[in-house]
C-alpha cells in the first residue's frame, strides 16, 4: 500500500519514536521522546503530532499507556525514506570476515558460518540459503556400482560443486554397460546446465543405438531423468540457520505464541526455504515487514536478506528478527555480508 504523506515534523516524530522503541521494547510517550531527541517542540505538541501518526496507520496504543508502538506501515516508512544507513565499524568488518573466512573451504561451511556471526553481531537469527543450482552447468558425469541393482550418479559442476543421486538399475548392470552409459550420458550432457539437462534428457538420449544390456540402463534415466536431475538441484533448499536462542532471549518472545511461531520457523525449513528461494532471484537487499508476508506465522517477524553470487548461481543470505528491530544495523551488516560471500566465493 501507498506510504501516508508526513509533514516534516511527523518525519521527525516517527523516527523518534520508531529509534526509541526499537532500543528499550517500550511503548514511546511524548514527555520521554521530548527530553531524548530534542525535536525543538514541546511534549504537548509531540503528543499531538503522535495522534496525527495514530490516525494516519503509523502508531498505536498497545494498551491504556499513554505511550505509543509503530505499526508494520511505519517500519516501512521507515525503512523506505527516514532510514539513514551507517557504514559498519571497522571492527565488525574484523569480526565478520575472520568468522566467515577461518574454517573449511566448502560452500555450506562457508554459508553456516556466515549465517552465524550475521547473527552474532546483529543479535537476530542468521539465515542463509545455499546457491540454485539451476544454472550450474555439469563438467563430468561418473557412475559408480554400489550393489548389483543400485548406483550411484556424481556430478562435478562449475565452480567444483559436486552433487550425488542414487539410481536404482532394473537387474544386474555388467561392468561394460556401466562403461557405455557413462561415456554416452558425459557425450550428450556435459555442458549443459541442470535446468537444461531436466528438461531435454529424454530426447538427447534416444537412439543412441547401444548394446541391450547399456539401453535398459539409458531407459532408466530416459524415463525418470527429470526426477533424477531434479533431486540434483535439491542444494538450493539447504536452509543454514544461525542460534534461534539469540531471538528467544529478546523481549518479543516472553509470549508463548510468539515463542512458538519461532520454534515453528525453524523446525520447519521448507517453507523458509521458498521464501528464501524467491529472493535469491532479486539483486540487492530484500527487507519484508510483518503482515507484509501474508503468513500468520511470520506477522511478528521482519525478514532481511541480500542476495550474493557464486559464479553463475546465486543464494540468500540475511536475517529473521522481530519487527522490532534496528534497521540501519542490520541492512549495512547484511549488505556488507553478501559481498564478502561474493568476493569468497567467486
Keep these: 500500500?501507498?506510504?501516508?504523506?508526513?509533514?516534516?515534523?511527523?518525519?521527525?516524530?516517527?523516527?523518534?519514536?520508531?529509534?526509541?522503541?526499537?532500543?528499550?521494547?517500550?511503548?514511546?510517550?511524548?514527555?520521554?521522546?521530548?527530553?531524548?531527541?530534542?525535536?525543538?517542540?514541546?511534549?504537548?505538541?509531540?503528543?499531538?503530532?503522535?495522534?496525527?501518526?495514530?490516525?494516519?496507520?503509523?502508531?498505536?496504543?498497545?494498551?491504556?499507556?499513554?505511550?505509543?508502538?509503530?505499526?508494520?506501515?511505519?517500519?516501512?516508512?521507515?525503512?523506505?525514506?527516514?532510514?539513514?544507513?551507517?557504514?559498519?565499524?571497522?571492527?565488525?568488518?574484523?569480526?565478520?570476515?575472520?568468522?566467515?573466512?577461518?574454517?573449511?573451504?566448502?560452500?555450506?561451511?562457508?554459508?553456516?558460518?556466515?549465517?552465524?556471526?550475521?547473527?552474532?553481531?546483529?543479535?537476530?537469527?542468521?539465515?542463509a540459503l545455499g546457491p540454485s543450482l539451476d544454472n550450474s552447468v555439469v563438467e563430468r558425469l561418473n557412475l559408480i556400482k554400489l550393489s548389483s541393482e543400485r548406483l550411484l550418479l556424481a556430478l562435478t559442476l562449475s565452480g567444483g560443486t559436486m552433487r550425488t543421486i542414487f539410481v536404482e538399475a532394473r537387474g544386474e548392470i555388467a561392468d561394460i554397460a556401466l562403461a557405455e552409459v557413462t561415456q554416452v550420458l558425459n557425450e550428450r550432457v556435459s555442458g549443459l546446465t541442470l535446468k537444461e539437462i531436466r528438461t531435454s534428457l529424454a530426447d538427447r538420449l534416444r537412439d543412441t543405438g547401444q548394446t541391450r544390456n547399456a539401453a535398459e540402463l539409458l531407459n532408466v534415466f530416459i524415463e525418470e531423468g527429470e526426477q533424477l536431475f531434479d533431486t540434483a538441484m535439491m542444494g538450493e533448499n539447504d536452509v543454514l540457520l544461525g542460534q534461534p536462542s539469540l531471538l528467544a532471549e529478546q523481549p518479543e518472545f516472553a509470549n508463548v505464541d510468539n515463542m512458538r511461531k519461532l520454534v515453528a520457523l525453524t523446525e520447519?525449513?521448507?517453507?523458509?526455504?521458498?521464501?528464501?528461494?524467491?529472493?535469491?532471484?532479486?539483486?540487492?537487499?530484500?527487507?519484508?515487514?510483518?503482515?507484509?508476508?501474508?503468513?500468520?506465522?511470520?506477522?511478528?517477524?521482519?525478514?532481511?536478506?541480500?542476495?550474493?553470487?557464486?559464479?553463475?548461481?546465486?543464494?540468500?543470505?540475511?536475517?529473521?528478527?522481530?519487527?522490532?528491530?534496528?534497521?540501519?544495523?542490520?541492512?549495512s551488516l547484511v549488505t556488507h555480508t553478501s559481498r564478502l560471500l561474493t568476493d569468497l566465493l567467486d
Excluded at 293 to 311: C, M, W
Aim: proline share 6%.
Design 268 to 331: 520447519t525449513r521448507e517453507h523458509l526455504a521458498d521464501l528464501l528461494r524467491q529472493r535469491s532471484r532479486m539483486p540487492g537487499i530484500t527487507i519484508s515487514i510483518g503482515n507484509e508476508h501474508r503468513d500468520p506465522k511470520l506477522e511478528n517477524f521482519t525478514i532481511v536478506t541480500a542476495q550474493y553470487r557464486s559464479g553463475s548461481v546465486a543464494g540468500v543470505i540475511g536475517v529473521i528478527g522481530p519487527t522490532r528491530m534496528p534497521y540501519d544495523k542490520v541492512i
Design 1 to 127: 500500500m501507498p506510504s501516508p504523506e508526513l509533514t516534516e515534523r511527523e518525519r521527525r516524530v516517527l523516527e523518534a519514536v520508531i529509534q526509541a522503541y526499537v532500543e528499550t521494547a517500550q511503548p514511546a510517550g511524548s514527555n520521554a521522546i521530548a527530553r531524548r531527541f530534542g525535536l525543538g517542540v514541546s511534549p504537548a505538541t509531540i503528543r499531538s503530532t503522535m495522534s496525527d501518526l495514530e490516525e494516519k496507520g503509523l502508531l498505536y496504543h498497545p494498551h491504556t499507556s499513554a505511550g505509543r508502538v509503530p505499526t508494520d506501515i511505519a517500519y516501512r516508512v521507515y525503512v523506505d525514506s527516514l532510514l539513514p544507513l551507517p557504514a559498519i565499524s571497522l571492527r565488525e568488518h574484523d569480526q565478520l570476515s575472520e568468522r566467515i573466512t577461518v574454517g573449511g573451504s566448502a560452500v555450506e561451511a562457508i554459508l553456516r558460518r556466515a549465517a552465524q556471526s550475521l547473527g552474532v553481531i546483529t543479535q537476530e537469527l542468521g539465515v
